[in-house]
């Protein structure tokens, strides 16, 4: 009974928001490896089918505690779904059933391709499997930097731009229209003024150019809400990590918290014991230039570079100390 | 009941029989035998529950919090031994002193191995149960090792190496614009009051370190450092959405940085 009224509420809300001639097939495409997730009579929302021996991936608000949830395919099939792991960074969460599934597929995750740009004037069209159905999005830009957890690590995101202000979306998976998972929905940008003084209108971002859907003119928006999801490069970490037999995710670090420097470069304000770096003799007050002949210029630079990084690897850190300019082998870890 | 007819039950409570087989003991159920396979049924799902309750009732991150709190701090290890070592240290500085100026005066460049890396030296205090701290583990029986397949996922071994997140003991202060949206101070180095914030990561001396993104470096979104945009995500939560709040932030803004 249930999974009947819910179903049929996925049908009202797919068929009021996918009229489209364009979202409909795509629905089509992944709504056998999407399950609304359930607890009692509360949707809390959706999770992706990642691996065909029934591990989901979703965002940890979906979970409720450490119990047992119930997972709801459009089809009305039932399924238990136990949380396995989080990351607290990405705020990314782990589920796993023990029940049959079928032979539902493991989405395949998007990955933008080489030479092609998406932005606000070519923004990609995406559907969002929401907790209340299935419906529209646009990715307009994969080169934001987000600052996140207690590490102040730096990730990647996907910015991504819903039409007014959409319901519960936190941990919902994002795909592209050939059924790719593009990120699971993770934060929400608030509408204020920037801190600093380069931006200080603060206006919310409207009217952000959108493709016709089935040759409809576009309606003008009202304004956009602006979610992010890691980008590829913090998902595929993440999944990865979650798909090891220790459901363990893994990141690149050399133990250092760096701020800008007033010339050049990232000032190393903390370097933490017994770190990487601390044992390859970088000390506070050195500043960062250059990590395997990239330049660094601020702090920022640093975070993105260690973002691309690989744990167990040697880089090369040329920092100046007193005037002079010292290179480092650091053995990267985590 | 025979003992034959009530394994074939336990069997199907349990989803173990063939599609086909299944059939042919439902079809054969009389009403004794539903009331027992309810109750099998019954005994899986609590079975099922079981498996999801955490090994323990605290969270890894709380877990960790409450160490921190109790205080891990950066050794100091010349408060004890500074009135030993400040003669020793004069004279070293100055035999190096001399030492530089004996050299023929060009920019020197240093070049320091950290070779011979242990991994436990990251926490050599500090051990905690053996789950990653920012990969919280929510089942234990996930702890099993299971053939897992996905594309390009390699097999990490366990969690070799970790560092305590420690508070910078000096505070800079950084010139920012009057318009500082005050839950960026936790990030931001322009306040007085020293972070707090300490993360951890439980060492593994046992094993060696996994490579993590091998895929990593060529991934065009990273490639070019100018024109992005930066966002700050902050822990609380939007009500309505349940997503994390995010906020803008000036490319000028120096906030620091972890790695």
């Known amino acids: 009974m249930l999974s009947l009224a819910v179903s049929i509420v996925l049908c009202q809300a797919a068929s009021s928001k996918l009229d489209d001639a364009v979202l409909a097939p795509a629905w089509a495409k992944i709504q056998a490896s999407v399950v609304v997730v359930m607890k009692g009579e509360s949707r809390r929302g959706t999770a992706a089918l990642i691996d065909a021996q029934g591990y989901f991936i979703t965002g940890r ?14 089809d009305g099939t039932r399924i238990t779904l136990f949380p396995v792991a989080s990351d607290a960074p990405t705020q990314l969460a782990l589920l796993r059933t023990y029940d049959r599934i079928g032979d539902r597929h493991a989405v395949p995750l998007y990955r933008l391709p080489l030479g092609e740009v998406v932005d606000a004037t070519h923004p990609k069209i995406l559907i969002a499997a929401l907790a209340d159905g299935p419906t529209g ?5 994969t080169r934001t930097l987000a600052l996140v957890g207690n590490g102040h690590e730096v990730i990647n995101v996907n910015e991504i731009h819903f039409d007014g202000r959409p319901g519960r979306v936190a941990g919902a998976p994002v795909f592209t229209l050939e059924g790719s ?83 050049s470069g990232a000032l190393v304000d903390a370097v933490l014991d017994d770190s990487p770096a601390d044992l390859a003799g970088i000390k506070e007050g050195d500043v960062i230039i250059s990590i395997d002949g990239a330049p660094i210029r601020k702090a920022f630079d640093f975070g993105r570079t260690m973002l691309r990084q690989t744990v167990g690897s040697t880089i090369s850190i040329s920092a100046r100390r007193h005037g002079r300019v ?7 870890g985590m | 009941m025979k003992r034959r007819d009530e394994d074939q039950l336990i069997h199907l409570a349990f989803g173990e029989l063939a599609a086909d087989e299944a059939a042919r003991v439902e079809a054969a159920l009389t009403p004794d035998s539903v009331q027992l396979l309810d109750g099998y049924r019954s005994l899986k799902n609590d079975l099922k529950l079981l498996n999801a309750a955490p090994a ?16 891990l701090k950066r ?97 800079r202060r950084v010139h920012l614009s009057p318009t500082v949206d005050p839950r960026l101070l936790a990030l931001d180095v322009s306040h007085d009051s020293s972070p707090t914030e300490q993360t951890s990561q439980e060492p593994d001396p046992s094993a060696p370190p996994v490579s993590a993104t091998p895929f990593a ?11 992005r945009d930066i966002i700050v995500v902050h822990d609380a939560q939007d009500r309505v959405t349940g997503a994390q709040q995010a906020t803008e932030v000036d490319p000028t803004t120096n906030v620091v940085v972890g790695g």
């Open chain 1, 61 to 74: 608000s979906v979970l409720a505690g450490n119990g047992a949830l119930e997972g709801l395919f459009a």
């Open chain 2, 56 to 71: 323990a009732s605290i969270g890894t991150e709380r877990l960790r919090e409450a160490i921190l709190r109790q205080g």
């Open chain 1, 181 to 263: 998972l593009v990120g699971v929905l993770s934060a929400m940008l608030e509408h204020k003024p920037r801190v600093g003084a380069a931006f200080e209108g603060g206006a919310p971002r409207q009217n952000i150019p959108r493709p016709s859907f089935a040759g409809q003119p576009a309606a003008p928006s009202q304004g956009d809400s602006v979610l992010y999801s890691p980008g590829f490069v913090v998902m595929q970490r993440v999944i990865t990590g979650f798909l090891t037999p220790e459901h363990a995710v893994v990141r690149p670090a050399i133990g250092v918290f760096c701020q800008d420097s007033p010339e």
């Open chain 2, 75 to 171: 050794k100091a290890p010349l408060a004890r031994w500074g009135l030993v070592l400040a003669p020793c240290l004069s004279a070293l500085l100055v035999l190096a002193f001399f030492s530089a100026q004996s050299n023929n005066g060009s920019s020197t460049t240093v070049v320091t191995e950290s070779g011979g890396f242990d991994p436990t030296m990251f926490l050599p205090a500090m051990r905690q149960p053996a789950l990653h701290p920012e990969t919280e583990i929510t089942n234990a029986s996930e702890a099993v090792r299971e053939d897992v397949a996905f594309p390009q996922a390699e097999s990490p071994k366990p969690v070799t190496q970790a560092f305590v997140v420690s508070a910078p003991k000096r505070i």
């Open chain 2, 217 to 227: 470096a060529d991934d065009p979104s990273l490639a070019t450092p100018d024109g």
């Open chain 1, 326 to 332: 010292l290179d480092f082998k650091v053995r990267v």
């Open chain 1, 137 to 141: 999005a646009q990715l307009v830009n």
